[in-house]
């Protein structure tokens, strides 16, 4: 079936230092990608998505390039901020409608 | 829209008691998904429907577990008898199928069984 694996947390990072969270996947055919993000006490919510192979997705400063041929869609920051500390989630849609989540990536940004 | 509405957002039960979890979701969206989550097994599909039928319930851990979606608006979620192991945030999610578009969660319900 369908999967999504992600780099295991959690990540540490100085504020102003790149970001990157590894996402790969397996799957039939060519799903949509996304990436999700969820702050302390609250749901995911989308953060990025891209649709079709060679597509980025960005927003906030982050963005994620769907690679057919390596089958990733990593997460990339240029600056990261305190703010950013949340628990990130790279996805796929599956057919049928149903959404397949990586296990998270815990993020802490320390000023 | 007000997004996807769950209620309620605490829930603190003595074991073996029943729980019953709702969630309201966005106009339009005709698929409709539980979550459940904990530090220990991560973000887990309990079930989904798709035009109110019940699609996909693999992920229902137990028979103690019932979900139903008597309608385009609202659904439940059922815990009889609940466990201690039941401890965990449920999220409710939904989205329009046949699209390549995005699911929406609310906020989550965090229960914790005494």
């Known amino acids: 079936g369908n999967s999504v694996t992600q780099m295991e947390g959690p990540v540490t990072l100085s504020e102003e230092a790149f970001l990157t969270i590894n996402c790969t996947y397996t799957a039939t055919g060519y799903p949509s990608l996304f990436w999700y993000v969820q702050y302390p006490g609250e749901g995911l919510q989308l953060l990025l998505k891209?649709?079709?192979?060679?597509d980025k997705g960005s927003n906030k400063g982050f963005e994620a390039t769907y690679r057919k041929e390596t089958t990733s869609f990593h997460l990339e920051k240029g600056s990261v901020q305190v703010s950013d500390s949340a628990v990130y989630f790279c996805s796929l849609l599956e057919y049928g409608n149903k959404l397949v989540f990586g296990a998270g990536t815990i993020l802490r940004v320390k000023s | 829209d007000a997004g996807v509405i769950q209620s309620p957002r605490h829930e603190v039960t003595e074991m073996g008691q029943e729980v019953t979890l709702r969630c309201k979701p966005i106009s339009g969206h005709n698929s409709l998904f539980w979550y459940r989550q904990t530090m220990m097994r991560g973000l887990e599909l309990l079930i989904y429907?798709?035009?109110?039928?019940?699609?996909?319930d693999s992920g229902m851990p137990e028979d103690r577990f019932s979900a139903k979606m008597p309608n385009a608006s609202f659904s439940t979620l059922k815990i009889q008898p609940s466990e201690p192991r039941d401890s965990a945030v449920y999220f409710c999610?939904?989205?329009?199928?046949?699209?390549?578009?995005?699911?929406?969660f609310g906020q989550g319900t965090r229960l914790t069984v005494v």
């Open positions: 999610a939904s989205s329009l199928s046949g699209t390549q578009e995005e699911a929406f």
């Open positions: 429907f798709n035009n109110n039928v019940p699609i996909d």
């Open positions: 891209a649709t079709k192979a060679d």
